[in-house]
T-cell receptor, first 114, second 115 residues
Framework: DAKTTQPPSMDCAEGRAANLPCNHSTISGNEYVYWYRQIHSQGPQYIIHGLKNNETNEMASLIITEDRKSSTLILPHATLRDTAVYYCIVRVAISSGSARQLTFGSGTQLTVLP | DTGVSQNPRHKITKRGQNVTFRCDPISEHNRLYWYRQTLGQGPEFLTYFQNEAQLEKSRLLSDRFSAERPKGSFSTLEIQRTEQGDSAMYLC???FGTGGYNEQFFGPGTRLTVL
């Protein structure tokens, strides 16, 4: 799986958009970008994933650059409950023996400030 | 509650003792994963089951660790002769699928402290 690089921490004002960047310059054509988050003392929670098109769901939007070497997770109106560590993960989606587990990095600690 | 549950939530033990953790996945999920997370780090994969078959084990899973998933339902993770370095959060996740991407649902974890 391709390695990802994320800033260790970010702050965001409550009610504003939080834009979390992720670099994955070695991503392969069959690798997806996934985002999970982990609120303190809880297990990770799936947010969104995408291959090359921008994606949106009820939690967030995922913007992937045309060359797919970087992406941005956008929380449109951050709340205090969005304070968490956000993990960007790149992995293949096609089923294969060792491809099913998630490989987490250190993530970005997002702190939403009142 | 239909999410992934883990028991106990906290375990304190003395070095050299054996401990066992239990994970109850979401009922229809055929895939089950164990991860370990130390302070300030992201979760690290330990092992993976599809139904009752253990298909993948990480190099982190030393011979003191054993995991089972009898009948493809709940799973247990046992650590024998615990060491202080085993202190961590042990996370269980489950998913459903026969191929391709499958979203993993995580439990709240079991925090192990080895004194």
């Amino acid at each position: 799986d391709a390695k990802t690089t994320q800033p260790p921490s970010m702050d965001c004002a409550e009610g504003r958009a939080a834009n979390l960047p992720c670099n994955h310059s070695t991503i392969s054509g069959n690798e997806y970008v996934y985002w999970y988050r982990q609120i303190h003392s809880q297990g990770p929670q799936y947010i969104i994933h995408g291959l090359k098109n921008n994606e949106t769901n009820e939690m967030a939007s995922l913007i992937i650059t045309e060359d797919r070497k970087s992406s941005t997770l956008i929380l449109p109106h951050a709340t205090l409950r969005d304070t968490a560590v956000y993990y960007c993960i790149v992995r293949v989606a096609i089923s294969s023996g060792s491809a099913r587990q998630l490989t987490f990095g250190s993530g970005t600690q997002l702190t939403v400030l009142p | 509650d239909t999410g992934v549950s883990q028991n106990p939530r906290h375990k304190i033990t003395k070095r050299g003792q054996n401990v066992t953790f239990r994970c109850d996945p979401i009922s229809e999920h055929n895939r089950l994963y164990w991860y370990r997370q130390t302070l300030g780090q992201g979760p690290e994969f330990l092992t993976y089951f599809q139904n009752e078959a253990q298909l993948e084990k990480s190099r982190l899973l030393s011979d003191r660790f054993s995991a089972e998933r009898p009948k493809g339902s709940f799973s247990t993770l046992e650590i024998q002769r615990t060491e202080q370095g085993d202190s961590a959060m042990y996370l269980c996740a489950s998913s459903f699928g026969t191929g391709g991407y499958n979203e993993q649902f995580f439990g709240p974890g079991t925090r192990l402290t080895v004194l």
